[in-house]
């Protein structure tokens, strides 16, 4: 559990002075929300009427019959609206979690978009509440999947940009509440952005985040499709449906590039974004059908969440992570569940960061978490709810381009963003955010400024509200990366994002040239940005990459290394360079580059793959075993590393250890011959036939062979089961192509033996 932030009190379900101070001091004292909000149909109470004096009987009883049916029409209003609803049997409840990556809210059925097709999530929508001014704290992938699993936002987890950072183990996640409590916990993910190395996969029993089977290393773009995912979800589902539990199941399929499967290429060929969108709300239904078919949907909560939106060139940008405008951060957000309101639709902006304490509170989970979200629940069953403030950020422009980073906070109906030059938008009368009202001296946008520096600082457990930073408190948030926040000495610093358009756009336009495949042209623009952005780490990944897709593995080494003379101290560099390197076949030089990634970074993944290669190459067993374990530490699931490990135990005589890797991997892989076949063997060496048997009667259903049948013999003449050791055998020596001829005349002697034996 993460400890409370010095002069800040969190928390979830405490009294109401503790909540009250908590607010307070976090800065989310915000003014009531000017937008209307509708929580169902007829949620206002009919007038009461004005008592007469001294009224007559026929007065009195129809006053009388008035009130009963006004009493009835209230009472039903109520009911369908939620207004004082209250929930019971919450304690056998699953939970099941949805995120759908780079989903607008505003591309959806349910939110009113007609160009598409999504009937699942519409009907979701149907069956539960809407929320339609949802937002995400911060419109990348990986970060904003923490704020969603811990409830903070990212100035208290820490995470702000994809595949640099890595949740800490003292965050408290939501699969680990929910596992404390005795629920089988799973995760079923789409993309590398929230592979399990990036820490995600705290409290969860099973985080299958298999991408590309088979492979050692995992590509930066590796994804799954929603029908793999789902097909995922529902083995999964199938062993586990008896038992209380709670499942992510993350679908990717709108990201950048758009292309969908022909059938959703062909109907939405004019906007194939829309195709991608349909294509998962197809799955998002069938996993929904899954609750359905084993029986769990009438006790499960179901959450579905868009984790950011997408731009599409409305300011420049295209895709997401840049901006913090209204295209990329607000996102569906829908809440379904046994005994909560249907066909309601909330219009109170809430956050991501909700949804964690929301999800405990509707449980009844009365533990204290240190949250930066408030449960919803309330408004959920037609109460009211105090208003917060919502915290927006994007280190995306500092880390990716060197450009200044955003950071934004939504109070009432006014969003501003702090940069180089602010802005300021009245979002009720200026929804697609055109005129931006910051002026200097403006009074709306002091005040925003006030609240978000002091939301910052106290998740940085810095300067208290009332009064001004020491120096070493403006060093500690120039430290966190939050330079704007930290005092005019670091004004002008770094560029606005909006200055740098034109930049933007050859970003942009190298990055389509390569998806493209017109490499040379893709890394002619890198070139370019090279140049533009000389002391990026990107610029030099960028353009190596491109450069290693054409075979240009000594070009890409150079521009590695001329980066590394920039910034001598980045381990990502290194670990490209030592994988360049083992590419054009220098395995000396790649060892010495992956060595000098690990001294920086123990952890680089990469270069202990390069590591475990070289070292395998050169016959070094034990240094190859070294370093596939610390390689599996960060990747346990790994196949190809497993595989390697089982083979060079069996190298170094490690019989023991390698039945034990190796019955890990037949587990995993029950289809999988190799690793049942090589199993059997080790097992039969060892000289545990009992153990062998059943392995090796799987080997010949699924493949038979003439060494599956040797070893079947083998085992069954040691356990004395004398027949089907004939039979093995004689099914051996029915096909001998390729076998050793000893085993051959040694099979055909035993079997001889075995039938003057039987006779």
């Not at 207004?83 to 780079?102: H, K, P, Q």
């Not at 979701?124 to 509440?129: D, I, K, V």
């Not at 062993?239 to 990201?255: I, L, Q, T």
């Not at 910051?438 to 457990?461: K, Q, V």
Request: aromatic share 8%; hydrophobic share 40%.
């Amino acid at each position: 559990m993460v400890k409370p932030a010095p002069g800040r009190v969190s928390g979830l379900f405490m009294g109401k002075k503790k909540r009250r101070k908590q607010k307070l001091t976090s800065g989310q004292e915000a003014t009531p929300l000017s937008r209307p909000e509708e929580i169902g149909p007829g949620t206002d109470k009919p007038p009461r009427a004005k008592a007469k004096n001294k009224p007559g009987l026929r007065v009195l009883l129809v006053a009388a019959t008035l009130l009963v049916v006004l009493a009835a029409a209230v009472l039903v209003i109520k009911q369908k609206s939620g207004a004082g609803r209250t929930l019971s049997e919450t304690g056998n409840w699953n939970v099941l979690l949805i995120t759908l990556d780079t989903t607008r809210a505003d591309r959806l059925g349910c939110y009113g978009y007609r160009g598409g097709s999504t009937p699942s999530l519409d009907e979701l929508a149907a069956a539960g509440t809407r929320f339609q001014n949802a937002y995400c704290q911060v419109p990348l992938t990986l970060p904003s999947h923490a704020s969603i699993l811990t409830g903070l936002n990212p100035c208290r987890h820490g995470l702000h940009n994809n595949g640099n950072y890595a949740l800490l183990p003292e965050f408290h996640t939501l699969a680990e509440i929910l596992k404390e409590r005795g629920f089988r916990t799973a995760a079923v993910v789409a993309s590398f952005s929230v592979d399990s190395r990036f820490g995600l996969d705290q409290g969860f029993d099973t985080y299958d985040d298999s991408f590309e089977p088979g492979q050692a290393n995992k590509s930066y773009n590796a994804e799954r499709p929603a029908d793999r995912i789902y097909e995922t979800f529902s083995r999964w589902l199938e062993k586990n449906y008896g038992s209380r539990f709670f499942a992510w199941v993350h679908f990717f399929d709108p990201h950048f590039p758009y292309n969908p499967p022909p059938e959703f290429a062909r109907k939405f060929q004019s906007d194939l974004y829309d195709g991608e969108v349909a294509f998962m709300d197809r799955y998002v239904g069938r996993v929904i059908e899954l609750l359905k078919i084993y029986g769990c949907y009438d006790r499960t909560l179901i959450i579905i969440a868009g984790d950011h939106g997408e731009a599409f060139g409305e300011k420049v940008e295209q895709g997401h992570g840049l901006f913090l405008y209204e295209m990329s951060v607000r996102v569906p957000f829908i809440v379904v569940g046994p005994g909560l309101p249907s066909g309601q639709v909330i219009n109170r902006p809430v956050r991501l960061v909700d949804i964690l304490p929301t999800v405990a509170d509707l449980l009844g989970i009365k533990q204290q978490f240190e949250v930066d979200g408030q449960s919803l629940k309330p408004l959920l069953l037609g109460r009211k709810l105090k208003p917060v403030d919502i915290y927006l950020e994007s280190f995306f422009p500092r880390e990716n381009y060197g450009w200044s980073e955003l950071l934004g906070i939504i109070s009432g109906d006014w969003k501003y963003i702090q940069a180089p030059k602010p802005e300021l938008y009245n979002l009720q009368t200026d929804p697609n955010e055109n005129i931006n009202l910051y002026a200097d001296g403006n009074r709306t946008a002091a005040r925003l400024r006030s609240r978000l520096e002091e939301m910052i600082r106290a998740a940085s457990g810095l300067a208290a509200a009332g009064r001004k930073m020491t120096p070493t408190e403006q060093e500690r948030l120039r430290s966190l990366g939050y330079l704007q926040v930290a005092g005019p000495k670091t004004a002008g610093i770094l560029p606005d994002p909006k200055d740098r358009l034109n930049e933007l756009k050859v970003y942009q336009e190298a990055a389509w040239l390569e998806l493209k495949g017109q490499l040379e042209a893709a890394e002619k623009a890198y070139v370019r940005l090279v140049e533009m952005a000389p002391t990026l780490e990107s610029s030099y990944l960028n353009l190596s990459r491109v450069q290693g897709l054409q075979k240009k593995h000594l070009e890409a080494a150079g521009t590695l290394n001329r980066g590394l003379e920039v910034l001598p101290g980045s381990d990502r560099l290194l670990a490209k360079l030592a994988q360049t390197l083992l590419l054009a076949g220098r395995k000396a030089e790649a060892m010495e580059a992956a060595g000098r990634a690990l001294n920086i970074n123990p952890a680089n993944y990469d270069a202990l793959m390069v590591a475990l290669s070289v070292s395998e190459e050169q016959g070094k067993i034990d240094q190859a075993l070294e370093y596939a374990d610390r390689a599996l530490l960060i990747e346990p699931e790994n196949e190809m590393i497993r595989l390697s490990k089982a083979e060079n135990l069996v190298r170094s005589g490690r019989q023991k250890e390698a039945s034990e890797v190796y019955a890990g991997l037949a587990a995993d892989f029950p289809e999988n011959v190799l690793y049942n076949l090589n199993l059997a063997v080790i097992y039969n060496l060892l000289g545990e036939y009992e153990k062998s048997l059943p392995v090796l009667e799987r080997v010949v259903r699924l493949k038979p062979s003439p060494k599956a049948y040797l070893n079947l013999a083998i085992a069954c003449l040691e356990t004395n089961r004398l027949p089907e050791a004939v039979r093995a055998f004689e099914l051996y020596l029915a096909d001998t192509r390729g076998e050793d001829p000893a085993n051959v005349s040694r099979a055909r002697e035993r079997l001889s033996q075995l039938k003057s034996m039987i006779r």
